[in-house]
């Protein structure tokens, strides 16, 4: 039985003659997410901007009717709650945003708090309500900012790696390639207004790691190639390094993008955000690994002495 093959043999795309068109676009991309960002700014869930968490526990059942719980909670008009379940699979919190103006009315979020939790007592008589907990603006502001300042180090952390692994003209092309990954994702939260809440820095820390390893893989055979093909020109040479990882990549990426897309279709909606930046996350990684990573060594004057002097090299045909 022959093996599929998604990428024949011996292709030969001429991807960085386009280098000049997708940098373009990269850099307009990029300065309309960051525009956006500032302009329409993101849409902040209950885990950045405040808000109300209800502790449940449903003593007669052995699992929580979470999806029956988010309907119910939702024709109460208090906008789209956060259901998950902590500890057993009956236990349940629910958070929600503040109403408006209970900054200045405490009563107000005390008033919504007794009649969620009327709700699900009038409809669940085994519910046992364990606890209800407010976060103030302030603390989730402090954790907002810690958790971009996670995605900060994360990604300088990355590419001081890939420095140390490599050569310098690679760490800077890999925190590129990072930056634009991640200014794409939060470019489409900006737009869109989708939630941004915890699970979404969850997602932006995966997509860096993605990032890198596709990064990683198609420096790797550039540097395999810089020490074979001495007399190459680089931009034919990086040419044979993406066509080299072509079938990898497809492969990974493809795999990765059939769960993501099932999950963003078929998946609970409490997710879907998730999802979705993870999708873009693997379009724009691969993209960058290409037509960011790639042209940077161009761009930075690498070449086949950078790393190896030219007496101990060797020429072969490719």
């Known amino acids: ?29 990029m300065v309309g997410s960051w525009a956006l960002m500032f302009t329409h700014g993101l849409n902040m869930g209950v885990d950045f901007v405040g808000g109300q968490m209800i502790r449940v526990t449903f003593t007669q059942s ?29 236990e349940i919190s629910i958070r929600l945003r503040l109403p408006e103006g209970s900054d200045k009315d405490a009563a107000l979020a005390d008033a919504m708090a007794k009649k969620i939790t009327a709700n699900i007592k009038q409809n669940h008589a085994d519910a046992r309500v364990d606890g209800v907990d407010s976060v103030s603006g302030k603390v989730s502001k402090e954790l907002g900012w810690t958790a971009f300042k996670a995605l900060g180090f994360a990604s300088l952390a990355i590419s001081i790696f890939i420095w140390y692994r490599f050569e310098w003209q690679f760490g800077v092309g890999a925190l590129v390639s990072l930056v634009h990954d991640v200014s794409l994702v939060l470019g489409l939260f900006a737009v869109t207004q ?27 055979r550039i540097r395999e190639n810089l020490k074979k093909y001495r007399k190459m020109p680089l931009e034919e040479l990086l040419d044979l390094s993406v066509n080299e990882t072509l079938a990898r990549t497809v492969v990974t990426s ?65």
């Open 1 to 29: 039985m022959r093996l599929l093959k998604l990428v024949p043999d011996n292709t030969n795309l001429h991807f960085l003659k386009w280098q000049w068109p997708t940098t373009i676009i990269s850099v307009l991309l």
């Open 194 to 220: 989708m939630e941004f809440d915890l699970t979404i820095v969850a997602a932006i820390l995966t997509v860096i790691g993605y990032s890198l390893n596709d990064t990683i893989v198609v420096y790797d």
């Open 254 to 318: 493809g795999t990765m993008l059939i769960t993501l897309i099932a999950l963003l279709l078929l998946g609970p909606k409490v997710i879907f955000g998730f999802s979705a930046a993870l999708i873009l996350g693997i379009f724009v990684c691969t993209y960058s690994s290409i037509y960011a990573a790639a042209p940077m060594l161009i761009w930075l004057k690498v070449n086949p002495t950078s790393f190896v002097p030219a007496e101990g090299g060797k020429d072969e045909t490719p």
């Open 62 to 90: 052995a699992t929580a009717p979470v999806a029956q719980l988010r309907g119910e909670v939702e024709t109460l008009g208090y906008g789209e709650p956060i259901i998950q379940t902590f500890g057993k699979p009956n």
